[in-house]
């Protein structure tokens, strides 16, 4: 059984000015409130309106840089593989792919997009535990780097598509380490309950069938415990070390292995975790992994885009209820689903200046969607929020945006790219137009009367 989500909530709440000293890319202003960058974060909010979520270029970026310095500093020939299920704007994945980062695809959805965003293919992994014959076919016709294949039967499923299509699959078994990541129970993948990855008494024998196979060339392992993984290193080092020895006996019967993917999970605070940095993480790849002198690959999505990204919302109205405050905002858990599903926790700041030093009392932040979940913060200390009011959730950038539905017909929240003093927006608010427009009502129900 995975273990349950680290408790952390016996600790007082950050307050504003802690969880801004942790985001160096949004500092509060006197006279411009809230702002990303060089851009007051009003500013957007009323040129765009609300939800709106807003992406700091220069934050993926940075931390893009800083986790290939870590790996390379630790001595090891690595590459980054940007996860785009946690993100998929192209402005985004653009930003990313002018820096060097690859991607790791889990869909023929994700890897179109992350081709028109200009990744070029052989810097593209594509993972996932149920790739479509459309989809092998797909990744095989653009010439991705490789697949990870993630069962016996998928493997058949691959070399079948390879000889149909006259192509050679580059193919990495994934394996699964059967290690507890020690994070929330719905995001923990690399137990051997959990459906991801090969089981790894089977792997052995499985990178054996693979070189015997046609159509397929093995590269090599892949591996990943989980996600939001904050609870040290010793999660990871298990599952190196485990993949470590599987390589090295597989050497040993002379099968070549091109290059080890180390997966993602890099955990970021939300609240007041302590989160390992990557260079703690670089240290645990090296010192399990380095002595193979392989090539080393990374798939991380979370902490690259996490932190870069806030969602802005405005108050709708303040309900006195029986039990409590309540501040309804204009988003909601169709937008935002994290603390829906996962109970997490968000960063709550308000845009405007005053609200900054405004005596704070608890309050229960909740969307207008009909749903008891729909609630973003419980007990939340917050200033009076008149409606009207505008507020930004932390920490958005990462399984915000690419996790929305438009459930209650609400149309998919308007992107925006923040680069220095310059913003755009990349994605405009969904109309309500298109909401409706690829429906058919079949002609046997008539005309609206
Ligand atoms: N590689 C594989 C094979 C994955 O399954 C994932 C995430 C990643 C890489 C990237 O993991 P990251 O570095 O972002 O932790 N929706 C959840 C997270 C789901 C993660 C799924 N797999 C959340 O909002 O917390």
Redesign the pocket.
Known sequence: MASPAPATRDTPDPDFAELLARRPHLTAHAFDGLVMDDVPLVQIARAVGTPTWVYSAGTLRRRHAMLRDALRDAGLTASIHF?T??NDSLAVLRVLNAEGAGA?V?SGGELIGARAAGIPADRIVF??VGKTRAEIAQALAEGVLQL?AESAEEIEMIAAVAAETGRIAPVAL?VNPDVDART?A??S?GLAENK?GIAYNDAAALYARLSSLPGIRPVGL?V?I????TEGMAAYRAAYARVADLARALLSRGLPIERLDC?????IPYRDEIAPSPAALAGAIKATLGPLNIPVMM????????PAGVLLASVILQKRGAAHRFVVLDAAMNDL??PA??E?WHGILPLAPDAFHAPRAPAEVVGPVCESSDTFARGRGLPDLPPGSLVAFLDAG??GST?SSTYNARPLAAEVLVDGARWAVTRPRQSHEALLANQVVPDWLGSPA
Not at 226 to 229: A, L, N, P, T, V
Not at 263 to 267: A, I, Q, W
Not at 299 to 306: K, Q, T
Request: charged content about 15%.
């Open positions: 996860a299920k946690c790791d889990v993972s996932g990870n994934r929330h719905k995001i993948t991801f892949a990943h989980g996600s939001q993984i997966g993602g999970g890099l955990g798939e991380p999505g979370r902490w690259i885009a996490g689903i994290r599903m996962y997490s990462a399984y996790m």
